[in-house]
């Protein structure tokens, strides 16, 4: 647990903001998206979140695989949601749909409104990721388990938590040893096959190794844990933290921007809405 996860967002305005800002924010952000179907006000959301994502000035090249990962995690999602669900959606009569056409075996319809919420969705899950985003890669690597318990979060979760952020590059940092060794030891990694199937049968010979040093690595730390009597009393944390005159407006802005929505919702506003040039002549 040696390697700290990448710090791509260092210097940026994002990035020093108190780090219980961007944690606070996204919560209040998920809650306020989560209420709206309304395509127009999701706009807005995303423009919001894409804003917000720019201040912490992440490089798109560094993040570009993930990005891809999470488009295409979301392409799914909302393509099983719009065939399976088509004809069950919320606040729209099944007499009231414009339909497109019915989906083969599945008879669901792929109506304007089906495809309206497919878009509310997109929208909804990208807006969440962007403002989500920023806790990963704008935030100092030792600030992420002081933030946590400064929120109130139990020292043994907030510690977890810290850990849980270090394991994942510590754990590719491993395979790439591994991926080297085995070379050394005349496996020839790019001939083993090609496409998703031939990645996944390559990596098959690392199962093992990379599972042994992930064990290896956990026992370890625990034993560290255990000697520094990690556990037996209230943890002090080195790093203090602060909250500015801008983070107390950033706070505010999210909350207001809460209220509006729950406002907005309770009145109706951001039911589904079709536009007009979805319907069909």
Known sequence: MNIAPRYLGRGSWLARRDPRVLIVGLALFVFSVIQVWDLRILVGLALVAAVYYRSARIPFHSVRLQWAYIVFFVSFIVLANTILTGGDLRDVKSQALHVYFRMPLLNTPLSAESTSYAMAQYLRFLSMAAVGFPIAFAVAPGDIGPAFARLGV?????????????????????????????????????????GPIGKLTRTVPLLVP????????????????????????????????AMDRTDRLVLAGFGLLLLAVTAASLTGLTRLWVPPFLLPA
């Open 154 to 194: 139990p020292d043994k979760f907030a510690y977890a938590l810290d850990l849980t952020f270090r394991f994942i590059p510590s754990l590719a940092a491993d395979m790439r040893a591994t991926i080297d060794a085995q070379r050394i030891r005349g496996y020839e990694w790019e001939k083993k096959g090609r």
């Open 210 to 241: 990379v599972t042994v040093n992930a064990i290896v690595g956990a026992e370890d730390t625990i034993d560290a844990m255990d000697l520094r009597a990690f556990g037996t009393g209230r943890r002090s944390w080195l790093r203090e933290l």
